[in-house]
């Protein structure tokens, strides 16, 4: 299995930016297609961005589309999240997941993914 710590969260001004880091231990990260996904308080978790292994492509919620952007290093075992023109509809604790690419890949669904983090707390104000 594979062990997943976020980090890179904090406090910014609207339209500020941060870059989120999901840190891989375990096993062979180039295994896992990754997601990002986020929790605003008193809401369900929902996706944010989608890489597949390869980092070939990458997939976005039409809320961050155009603003947030997907990458990953297989060599450094790492996972980011570039957040740029952050809204304060961005706050969030946002999750890095993995999914052992065991058949079809079904991005957005949290299902999909066996390993999660624990989070780190995005918060914008306006």
């Known amino acids: 299995q594979v062990q997943l710590v976020e980090s890179g969260g904090g406090l910014v001004q609207a339209g500020g930016s941060l870059r989120l880091s999901c840190a891989a231990s375990?096993?062979?990260?180039?295994?896992?297609?990754m997601g990002w996904f986020r929790q605003a308080p008193g809401k369900e978790r929902d996706f944010v961005a989608a890489?597949?292994?390869?980092?070939?492509?990458?997939y976005y919620a039409d809320s961050v589309k155009g603003r947030f952007t997907v990458s990953r290093d297989n060599a450094k075992n790492t996972l980011y999240l570039q957040m740029n023109s952050l809204k304060p509809e961005d706050t969030a604790v946002y999750y890095c997941?993995?999914?052992?690419?065991?058949?079809?890949?079904?991005?957005?669904?949290?299902?999909?993914?066996?390993?999660w983090g624990q989070g780190t707390q995005v918060t914008v104000s306006s």
């Open positions: 890489i597949l292994w390869s980092g070939r492509n990458t």
């Open positions: 997941a993995a999914d052992p690419r065991s058949g079809s890949y079904y991005y957005s669904r949290q299902d999909q993914y066996d390993y």
């Open positions: 375990g096993r062979t990260f180039s295994n896992y297609h």
